[in-house]
């Protein structure tokens, strides 16, 4: 059974900001290597929605909410996916979850517990 598990969340002020990790724990390196990965977030209120994911470093994809604040990678020894957050808004406040993504585009795995983000003075 996979488990993704995500952490470095936080509170942080307008401008700030946040590395976020997520691991694939239960999951070996030949399952996790060809998968698209992908960050999400939600809202309070709001649908789930794609943030960005990452093929290889040549092929990552974002948002426009995001787009040049917020950089995803992977390294796949690790197993690990994780989001660099930059000059962060009120906008941005949310739990972020990780998961890999379908041939479709769709989330693959059951829900990780995801890390809240608050981004406020």
């Known amino acids: 059974q996979v488990q993704l598990v995500e952490s470095g969340g936080g509170l942080v002020q307008p401008g700030g900001s946040l590395r976020l990790s997520c691991w694939a724990s239960r999951m070996i390196t030949s399952v996790f290597n060809p998968n698209r990965w992908s960050w999400y977030r939600q809202a309070p209120g709001k649908e789930r929605e794609l943030v960005a994911s990452?093929?290889?470093?040549?092929?990552?994809k974002y948002a426009d909410s995001v787009k040049g604040r917020f950089t995803i990678s992977r390294d796949n020894t690790r197993k690990t996916v994780y989001l660099q957050m930059s000059n962060l808004g009120p906008e941005d406040t949310a739990v972020y979850y990780c998961?890999?993504?379908?041939?479709?585009?769709?989330?693959?795995?059951?829900w990780g517990q995801g890390t809240q983000v608050t981004v406020s003075s």
């Open positions: 990452v093929m290889t470093y040549s092929d990552r």
């Open positions: 998961n890999a993504l379908t041939s479709n585009g769709q989330p693959k795995y059951d």
